[in-house]
């Protein structure tokens, strides 16, 4: 009866769900966003705050100028935009006085800007002549050093000022990347560092080394988790050399990163501006935390992730998540401040072992609900951090003179699960390494690239998208590049096995990690590759509509032992996630074939990929794939010859609920009433395994990072 009645209030409300969906419209001269800073240290700070708000399409169109009014900031739009052209997301620079523990909203609205022209704080120009900042490592007890070499000023505005500076340490096959920024009138500086082995023609596997030390010369640095990463630091003064020890002895393999990042203090007791104690204070303060502020529009705003679809919190969060917002907080806290190890997996993303079986933290179609749905801003370090686990993957390849491998410059470069495909045929193109190759098993810090099947990417988007992080966006740059690099067409590469589509959750998740992706970096290549992609490769391998007949799933297997062992099979579970992902790339690109290819695979997985009825509801681990496509024969469901389904229904069953519910969007619009019924029943019982933990505080839960629409 409960399940029926679900039903009936699905079927009755759908309508509306989806038109409320659709009329995400702009909101002209009258928009407003208020965004939340929050100081959670016992220490008054003034300092300038960052906050990414999302503009609804058609709201910021050339002329147009936002920001805060009576306050110091600027809105400096990034990544990808809306097809009008118009701004999708843009970073608030915010000058903000917040007492101790206090949090403020201020109002983003449409008007006039004219910013004060750019200076440097009167600590920070007394330092400037002698700053400089040095990476050093030792090499077998020989040091080996560089210094800053500007690479451009990537960023000049009345407000900040963002100097990238890279170079070869010296002797070795690494390579740093250091990203400073600085803001008008503010003493302290964030900086990105981040170090990368690998070399195009180098002969080395590894970069061996006994320590390595990031040494400020005028300006003492906070860095983000040197509590947890063991960092040693013996002086904090500005005024002279400010040594961190950031690694003792490891060893880097071929591709792999470290970054850190924080901020720099300049400070100059022989300076006193007339307002020294409030610039002190803002430096004590920053000592316990950065200060991040959080949109609260991006539910209304349509922009959140692909879909444009920010789920509501579970019913028994009635407070919108705000104390489970702050209870995370403080537990990341605890856990950043107790003492972890060089390389170790951070709890949130991929396991170091990307193709690790079953569920990781990083699967969904969007993550990080928790921090855009409460709209509490405490969750953004706690994001950043987690992030930058990314970088330790094997996979990030630099020219000789430092920059990035890019799949353009070599053609002939072919990569799988990152690392350079094991066949010479299919990659000719070695990098100039020693052959035969070296892989990274075992001598990589327990890190391996991310396989077709496991590609997923969602929390390194989503703290870029919360941070504007520069860092983070060359991980994203370099993921795009392993997307050209791997993911290849028969138009531009000729017969490659790359071609091939492996599977559905193969097709999904990179499709959606890269759906992700260009709204961050908004690359027109990538576009074009995952266009491409489908046409090219999707379609003409898509197994039913090769062979017709009823069942037309996506791929078909050979018979295995793990799922159906006497004959050939399709696995329901992954076309689900092959329809997220597709359905994200219709979404974004508007590319037609696309979204054919979402709907044929959806409508199959509803059809015939699930069983339902009164007792039970569960879509298929792998279904008898019958000849010509033919449907399974009468009692099938109960026999494993035939059918394997999951031992327990939650995770199965919610990893496809983003693809039941859209397959219910496109049914109704195509009139297909038998799909609908059938997909409004799935989703109904899928919606009935969603329940509170039995213990515990009150939480988010699982089903939050695949609700869609």
């Given at each position: 009866m409960r399940l029926c009645t679900s039903i009936a209030l699905l079927a009755a409300s759908t309508t509306a769900l989806l038109d409320s969906v659709r009329a995400l419209a702009p909101?002209?001269?009258?928009?407003?966003?208020?965004?939340?800073?929050?100081?959670?240290?016992?220490?008054?700070?003034?300092?300038?705050?960052?906050?990414?708000?999302?503009?609804?399409?058609?709201?910021?169109?050339?002329?147009?100028?936002?920001?805060?009014?009576?306050?110091?900031?600027?809105?400096?739009?990034?990544?990808?935009?809306?097809?009008?052209?118009?701004?999708?997301?843009?970073?608030?620079?915010?000058?903000?006085?917040?007492p101790a523990f206090q949090e403020q909203v201020f109002q983003v609205e449409s008007l006039t800007t004219n910013p004060a022209p750019f200076a440097y704080s009167p600590w920070v120009q007394s330092r400037l002549a002698n700053f400089n900042c040095d990476v050093q490592v030792s090499v077998g007890g020989v040091i080996r050093s560089a210094s800053l070499r500007q690479l451009a000023v990537v960023e000049d505005t009345p407000v900040r000022k963002t100097t990238h500076y890279r170079d070869r340490i010296p002797g070795t096959q690494l390579v740093y990347d250091l990203w400073l920024t600085f803001f008008t009138g503010q003493d302290l500086a964030q900086f990105e560092l981040r170090v990368t082995s690998q070399m195009v023609g180098g002969q080395a596997w590894t970069d061996d080394i006994d320590w390595m030390v990031f040494m400020?010369?005028?300006?003492?640095?906070?860095?983000?988790?040197?509590?947890?990463?063991?960092?040693?630091?013996?002086?904090?003064?500005?005024?002279?050399?400010?040594?961190?020890?950031?690694?003792?002895?490891?060893?880097?393999?071929?591709?792999?990163?470290?970054?850190?990042?924080?901020?720099?203090?300049?400070?100059?007791?022989?300076?006193?501006?007339?307002?020294?104690?409030?610039?002190r204070e803002t430096i004590a303060s920053s000592l316990f935390a950065p200060l991040y502020g959080i949109?609260?529009?991006?539910?209304?705003?349509?922009?959140?992730?692909?879909?444009?679809?920010?789920?509501?919190?579970?019913?028994?969060?009635?407070?919108?998540?705000?104390?489970?917002?702050?209870?995370?907080?403080?537990?990341?806290?605890?856990?950043?401040?107790?003492?972890?190890?060089?390389?170790?997996?951070?709890?949130?993303?991929?396991?170091?072992?990307?193709?690790?079986?079953?569920?990781?933290?990083?699967?969904?179609?969007?993550?990080?609900?928790?921090?855009?749905?409460?709209?509490?801003?405490q969750g953004i370090e706690e994001a950043r951090y987690m992030a930058g686990e990314e970088s330790h993957r094997p996979v990030h390849y630099r020219e000789a003179d430092g920059s990035p491998l890019r799949a353009a410059n070599h053609p002939n470069f072919v990569t799988r699960a990152g690392r350079v495909h094991w066949n010479s045929s299919v990659s000719p193109d070695r990098l100039g390494k020693p052959q035969p190759e070296v892989t990274p098993t075992g001598r990589a810090?327990?890190?391996?690239?991310?396989?077709?099947?496991?590609?997923?990417?969602?929390?390194l988007a989503s703290s870029y998208l919360l941070t504007r992080s520069w860092s983070l966006l060359a991980e994203l740059d370099n993921?795009?590049?392993?997307?050209?690099?791997s993911q290849t067409v028969p138009s531009l590469h000729g017969n490659q096995p790359t071609n091939g589509i492996d599977n559905g959750r193969a097709v999904g998740r990179s499709m959606l990690s890269m759906s992700w992706n260009w709204l961050c970096t908004g690359r027109a290549d990538l576009l074009d590759r995952m266009r491409r992609r489908v046409d090219e490769c999707v379609i003409p391998q898509h197994?039913?509509?090769?062979?017709?007949?009823?069942?037309?799933?996506?791929?078909?297997?050979?018979?295995?032992?793990?799922?159906?062992?006497?004959?050939?099979?399709?696995?329901?579970?992954?076309?689900?996630?092959?329809?997220?992902?597709?359905?994200?790339?219709?979404?974004?690109?508007?590319?037609?074939?696309?979204s054919m290819i979402a709907w044929e695979i959806g409508r199959n997985l509803v059809m015939h990929g699930w069983k339902v009825d009164f007792d039970e509801t569960l879509v298929g681990y792998a279904l008898r794939y019958m000849p010509?496509?033919?449907?399974?024969?009468?009692?099938?469901?109960?026999?494993?010859?035939?059918?394997?389904?999951?031992?327990?229904?939650?995770?199965f069953n919610i990893w496809c609920l983003p693809a039941t519910r859209l397959t219910l969007l496109w049914a109704q619009q195509r009139g297909d009433t038998a799909t609908a019924q059938r997909a409004l029943w799935i989703e109904a019982a899928t919606e009935a395994l969603r329940r509170p933990a039995r213990s515990g505080p009150l939480d988010w839960d699982q089903f939050a990072g695949w609700d869609l629409l």
């Open positions: 909101q002209g001269s009258g928009f407003t966003a208020q965004v939340r800073f929050s100081n959670d240290t016992p220490i008054r700070r003034k300092q300038w705050g960052l906050a990414t708000v999302p503009f609804p399409q058609g709201e910021w169109t050339s002329g147009r100028s936002y920001g805060v009014r009576n306050q110091s900031g600027e809105l400096v739009p990034f990544g990808a935009r809306w097809p009008d052209g118009s701004v999708r997301f843009a970073q608030l620079a915010l000058l903000v006085d917040l400020p010369r005028g300006a003492a640095p906070i860095v983000r988790g040197r509590f947890r990463e063991n960092l040693f630091q013996p002086t904090f003064d500005p005024s002279s050399a400010n040594p961190v020890v950031l690694l003792g002895p490891t060893s880097f393999f071929d591709g792999q990163a470290y970054e850190w990042f924080g901020d720099l203090v300049f400070w100059n007791g022989n300076v006193q501006p007339t307002d020294a104690a409030l610039r949109a609260l529009n991006w539910r209304s705003s349509g922009a959140f992730g692909p879909f444009g679809y920010l789920p509501q919190p579970p019913a028994w969060l009635t407070d919108n998540g705000r104390e489970a917002a702050i209870r995370h907080w403080q537990s990341f806290q605890t856990w950043s401040s107790t003492s972890g190890r060089i390389w170790e997996d951070r709890p949130m993303g991929l396991l170091p072992y990307a193709a690790s079986t079953g569920t990781q933290h990083d699967f969904g179609v969007h993550k990080l609900v928790e921090v855009f749905a409460s709209g509490m801003p810090n327990g890190w391996t690239g991310k396989d077709e099947e496991h590609w997923s990417s969602l929390t993921e795009a590049e392993l997307y050209l690099t197994y039913g509509m090769r062979v017709g007949g009823v069942v037309r799933p996506l791929s078909v297997k050979g018979p295995d032992p793990r799922s159906i062992g006497s004959g050939e099979n399709w696995s329901p579970w992954e076309e689900g996630i092959a329809v997220s992902g597709l359905g994200a790339f219709a979404q974004i690109s508007n590319h037609p074939n696309a010509g496509g033919a449907p399974l024969p009468p009692g099938a469901n109960n026999s494993t010859e035939y059918a394997r389904w999951p031992s327990s229904p939650e995770a």
